[in-house]
């Protein structure tokens, strides 16, 4: 995603005005209170920060039992609910979570065997920026166990896009037009003052440890901040605790300790890997990497090969990132570790196979040009399976054309930009059962740049806490499939699930299948038009939108503004529509204004669509803001079956159809009840 957006142009006109109890998400949405410290309760497992019964069948079937802070014991500060960006709650799972200071602690209780643990964590940046790095003790049933050492490197941005690591960097771009004056700082007399630091933002980290033995359910997991710790504060997100089995041997393959790989991490061993590969090809062999951590600082070229660890907890490949002295012909400053498959232009790569390995990077910055990525390229025929991607700029970033890649059961996490990104031309692929947070823009996205993506298919995936920009992001392209996945806490500048016409991106075509997701808590307040998003929102910004998509069995529960909305940019609003958009079978649970907001030319047909706890009037038709006397630019059709609604009766009430306007740019916000059982 990049900076979009138009002054707010604030419109109350309707031709019929609706009128909701304002109640805003300040008070359930913000403020603080301290955990009870009592006995162990028993363990709260959650998925998304909801019952798991909530989202039954849908994202990925992960193997790790994901707890909430906050619903743990404690003698800290629970922080949150909150939903407003550049806040510690807000990009927190569930937007609450667990402050210590030294000397306190959050405890866990196990809910079935488990001997490895994940904590997402933050802690403050240095004064200067660049991180810091803390202790945060783990003991279990009282028993000191291990030391993690946390750090704050690889978070913290500032500013404007493509953002800063400094804290007192002046704006980057200060010709552009910023909320936070309402104002074009550098065209402004007199010049406004901005606070820095300017948009903090992605304050999470997450850390893997493995304890050395197998604990049982019941037994009780402490995250202690020592006294003397250098951080002020340590906020606990979650821990997810699992049970990871023993490491895999691949028998009769290439082994790269054979080549001089170096397990303990001392020396660069991307020579060895180049040189197992060669002789793999060469014997039709696998490569295997045993357990080890392998310093890798540059990318690793496959094509037609096979390569598996010994499991992503015990084969790690890191690497530094790395100033190159000239850029790269693609434009890149740096390089660092990564898995890549031949350029497109010289025919890509084929039939390879990756599986079993966690790769690590080192990338604290974004820029854009670099090739940092932690699996890149363009790989046909090809398998990516069980990975855990952590710290690159994006996890997996495919420039096709390419066909035929399968991307199944993988982690990514704590992204600079994108979790990962078909771009230009990719075909017949698949990205299923992967787990994705934290990524500093699109969780999963399609990028038709030039030549579209085509035929497919992103299913059951889980996306949390993209900090920037969309869980999933559908850009152009013909003939795609986004179904089955949960997509939680979008927090500024995107939402949950994104269909746009911008980027360059070729024209929708086909058919667009969203089916059978469940987002929550989604639909972010947008900075620069100054208004709520839908948690399902269609963008006509370069051309119209007029494919045939299919909106159906989705869930959307606890949507912070409208559950669904259609939106076309100020300067194109009467040369772009969105037609030919079809619901069905729909479940909305709360919404904090309407049920769809219509701000754009268009029609969209709807069915079974059932909805409860609408904040404000279900339909809020603004259309082009051309205001004609025959009513809004978008129609509304009701093929029967929509029911239910809130405070002002039916979401869809006889009186909106089909283009009655109900215009309110700005509408008050009530905040929804959690979501229950339907």
């Keep these: 995603m990049r900076w979009y957006g138009r002054p707010s142009r604030s419109i109350a006109a309707a031709v019929a005005v609706v009128t909701a109890a304002t109640v805003g998400l300040g008070g359930a949405l913000g403020g603080t209170a301290v955990a009870g410290a009592g006995d162990a309760a028993a363990p709260v497992v959650t998925r998304a920060a909801l019952d798991p019964s909530l989202v039954a069948g849908r994202g990925a079937n992960v193997d790790f039992a994901e707890q909430e802070a906050e619903n743990a014991r404690t003698n800290g500060t629970v922080i949150g609910p909150d939903r407003t960006p550049y806040t510690l709650p807000s990009e927190a799972s569930g937007r609450k979570a667990v402050k210590l200071t030294p000397g306190q602690y959050v405890e866990f209780t196990l809910p079935a065997r488990a001997n490895a643990l994940t904590v997402r964590y933050s802690i403050p940046d240095a ?23 946390l750090t704050s490197q690889y978070a913290w941005l500032y500013n404007q896009y493509p953002f ?35 948009r903090p933002s992605h304050f999470y980290d997450e850390q893997r ?77 696998k490569v295997y990497v045993p357990p080890g951590t ?52 010289a025919g890509g790569s084929h039939n390879v196979h990756l599986s079993g390995f966690a790769i690590e990077g080192d990338v604290r910055e974004r820029v854009d040009t670099d090739q940092v990525n932690g699996v890149g390229g363009a790989m046909s025929d090809s398998t990516i399976d069980g990975l855990y991607v ?41 990205v299923t059962g992967n787990f994705l947070r934290n990524t500093g823009d699109d969780g999963l996205a399609m990028w038709s740049e030039k030549t579209a993506d085509a035929r497919n298919t992103f299913d059951h995936n889980t996306v949390q806490t993209p900090v920037l920009a969309n869980g999933v992001a559908i850009y152009g392209g013909a003939d795609n499939t986004v179904s089955d996945n949960l997509i939680a806490d979008p927090i500024r500048e995107g939402s949950a699930i994104h269909a746009g016409s911008r980027f360059g991106a070729e024209a929708f075509t086909g058919r667009l299948s969203v089916a059978d997701n469940t987002t929550v808590r989604s639909g972010t307040y947008d900075l620069n038009w100054k208004i709520g998003l839908g948690a399902v929102w269609f963008y006509a910004l370069e051309k119209s939108i007029d494919a045939d998509i299919e909106v159906v069995g989705d869930h959307f529960l606890d949507s912070t503004y409208n559950a669904i909305m259609f ?49 404000a009037v279900g339909v809020n038709n603004c259309g082009s803001f051309n205001f004609p006397s025959t009513g809004s630019e978008f129609t509304l059709t009701d093929l029967g079956g929509n029911s239910g609604g809130g405070t002002t009766g039916p979401w869809l ?26």
């Design 127 to 149: 004064a200067r920026g660049g991180g810091i790095t803390a202790p945060l003790d783990v003991s279990v049933n009282g028993a000191k166990r291990k030391v993690m050492t």
């Design 164 to 198: 800063s690591n400094d804290p007192n960097a002046d704006l980057l771009h200060p010709d552009w037009w910023i909320t936070e004056c309402s104002c074009v700082p550098n065209a402004t007399t007199p010049a406004p003052t901005i606070t820095k630091p300017f």
């Design 209 to 285: 440890l493995l304890l050395g033995r197998t604990y049982h359910a019941g037994d009780r997991v402490r995250l202690t901040v020592p006294a003397g710790s250098n951080a002020a504060w340590t906020v606990v997100d979650l821990l997810d605790s699992q049970l990871v089995g023993a490491p895999r041997v691949v028998p009769g393959a290439a082994n790269v300790l054979a080549f001089g790989a170096d397990p303990l991490g001392r020396r660069d061993s991307a020579a060895a890997f180049d040189q197992a590969i060669a002789f793999a090809k060469r014997a039709r062999l």
């Design 294 to 345: 392998y310093q890798v600082n540059r990318h690793i070229v496959v094509d037609d090969v096979t390569i598996e660890g010994a499991g992503s907890w015990y084969t790690i490949i890191k690497g530094h990132e790395v100033a190159l002295g000239s850029p790269a012909p693609d434009g890149s400053v740096h390089t660092g570790v990564g898995f890549y498959g031949r350029d497109a232009s």
């Design 390 to 430: 952590h710290h690159t700029k994006v996890g997996m970033w495919f420039d096709g054309p390419m066909t035929n890649l399968r991307v199944t059961n993988n982690v990514i996490a704590d992204q600079v930009a994108d979790g990962l990104n078909f771009h230009t031309g990719v075909t017949n692929s698949v």
């Design 567 to 615: 939106v076309s940019d100020w300067p194109v609003k009467d040369r772009y529509s969105i037609t030919n958009v079809h619901f069905k079978d729909l479940r909305i649970d709360g919404t904090g204004t309407s049920v769809v907001s219509a701000r754009a030319a268009g029609s969209a047909s709807f069915q079974n669509v059932v909805a409860r706890g609408v904040g």
């Design 653 to 678: 009430a006889p009186w909106e159809l089909p283009n009655t306007i109900t215009c309110d740019d700005n509408p008050p916000v009530v905040a929804p009840p959690a979501p229950s059982t339907w």
